[in-house]
């Protein structure tokens, strides 16, 4: 029996399918597998003892597509595969761009015969001899599948429109179609195929599909003869368009049922090839749910930016314009009176504007960064600090390292946090920019992956109780604050895609950490 060597590449343990000797119908083939938890480890495991097949697994804790690349410059020709749920859409598309292959991992215990069965098949084993395999069969059909997931120019209709035609042809149905229940209603939603009954826009009874299995089921269904069960033979799907054999998943969207994706035929089928079918008609469901909540998310996502922009013109020209109207007729009337009460009055007006100047960044600053591009902290922070006003402060950075970002946004996330520093701290006070999990040894960021940094004071800190708080709008402690430094520091962060978190610094003053840093 022909043995694969096998490089793991994960956090987990390998699949049991590998380190257990078992394997998918059909197949004659065991693995010899060496697994290992961290990219530096999986290259040095490479090069020790060259490999016939490698498998990763996400998360990790280097970024995937340089790991892959710097395997490929040592061996054009190895299969790579990429093991990770369908959840992961970015790292899928990355490493699927990058050339490798994907095999989905889910909760369905035959993903990981699934992925066997890729392996053998990339690692040059399985041959003719397996080419009606219907694990081999399915495997090919989810990579091309995701290929088409994967090509960006294209809307979600027109994917869902070639992701069901390749179904049909890879899995060898002439009819598919994804639809939307609602209310014990089937609307079709996408077909592929010619059938008189199945169409674009058409609406049918729940009761009368097999779709009720697949909905109550809420798993996958494969249907191989209809004509032998009783119950499904009366149905008018069977009886009215004719459908013998049915595979279907149910469509989630954040976390309900939301429809559900079939292949269906006219004749009897196979019970094992349309068992093996029911992963890939399982994850090219998830896919459709994954792509239809983020197209909800970015169709709300528009709806908040219009309302932040007609917020936006309020503030800047509803509110701005009497503002500018008092401060003018004020300083008319500092040239006729001299009272002290005019004195309160410029602090009121002043402290109204630094609120509309607030409010306004914190309006833009939640929307995603458009324009990235390599910015050097070193340079920003100094920037940064001439326009802080403070003798007793000190600035330090004790690490050079490189962010992608837009710098103009950046900019108001350090001056933010020096004026929040200073401001909440009396006397003289230092305040510290570095990596972190750095001892300030200077060192640069990795070149890629994601990494973490801090910029924190030896001040008093912020007791454990109120670091949430701080992050949101309008809360301060200074009487003369806005409270809305903190949330344009976090929503300029998130819209980076970083993570921010408020801790005790080693002087035990407050320590800013930015994580998920690109």
Known sequence: MPT???????????????????????????????????????????????????????????????????????????????????????????????????????????????????????????????????????????????????????????????????????????????????????????????????????????????????????????????????????????????????????????????????????????PELIEAQKLTVKTLAQWVGYELERSQREQELKRQIDRLEEFSHIVSHDLRNPLNVAQGRLEIAQADYDSPHLDTVIDALDRMEDIIEDTLMLARQGQSVDSMEPVEITDLVEDCWELIESPNAELRVVDEFTVHGDPNRLSHVFENLFRNAIDHNEGAITIRVGLKNVMYTNTRAPDSGTFGFFVEDDGRGVPEGRREAVFDAGETTRTDGTGFGLPIVKQTAEAHGWEVELTDSFDGGARFEFTNVR
């Open 4 to 270: 694969l060597r096998v490089l793991h590449v994960g956090p987990a343990d390998p699949p049991d399918t590998l380190t257990n000797g078992a394997a998918p119908p059909a197949a004659d083939t065991e693995f010899s597998v060496v697994s290992v938890e961290t990219a530096d480890a999986g290259l040095r495991a490479y090069e020790a003892e060259h490999a016939d097949c490698l498998v990763v697994e996400p998360p990790l804790d280097a970024d995937i597509v340089d790991f892959l690349s710097r395997i490929r410059e040592r061996d054009p020709a190895l299969p790579i595969l990429l093991f990770a749920s369908p959840a992961d859409l970015d790292v899928v598309s990355r490493v699927l761009a990058a050339g490798a292959d994907y095999v989905p991992k889910t909760d369905d215990d035959s993903d990981a015969a699934l992925l066997a069965a890729r392996i053998e098949t990339l690692g040059g084993v399985g041959g003719e001899q397996h080419s009606a395999d219907p694990w081999r069969q399915s495997t090919a059909a989810i990579s091309r599948l995701y290929s088409i997931t994967n090509q960006s120019e294209l809307s979600f209709s027109e994917k869902l429109d070639r992701a069901l035609a390749v179904g049909t042809a890879e899995l060898g149905y002439p009819f598919a179609y994804a639809t939307r229940i609602e209310n014990n209603d089937v609307e079709v939603l996408a077909v592929a195929g010619d059938h008189d009954d199945i169409a674009v826009g058409q609406t049918t009874s729940l009761s009368d599909n097999y779709c009720q299995l697949t909905i109550a089921e809420n798993e996958p269904v494969a249907i191989g003869n209809a004509g032998t069960d009783d119950a499904l033979s009366e149905l008018p799907v069977h009886t009215e368009m004719g459908l013998a054999c049915y595979v279907g998943a149910p469509i989630t969207v954040d976390g309900e049922v939301y429809g559900s994706l079939c292949f269906a035929g006219n004749e009897p089928r196979d």
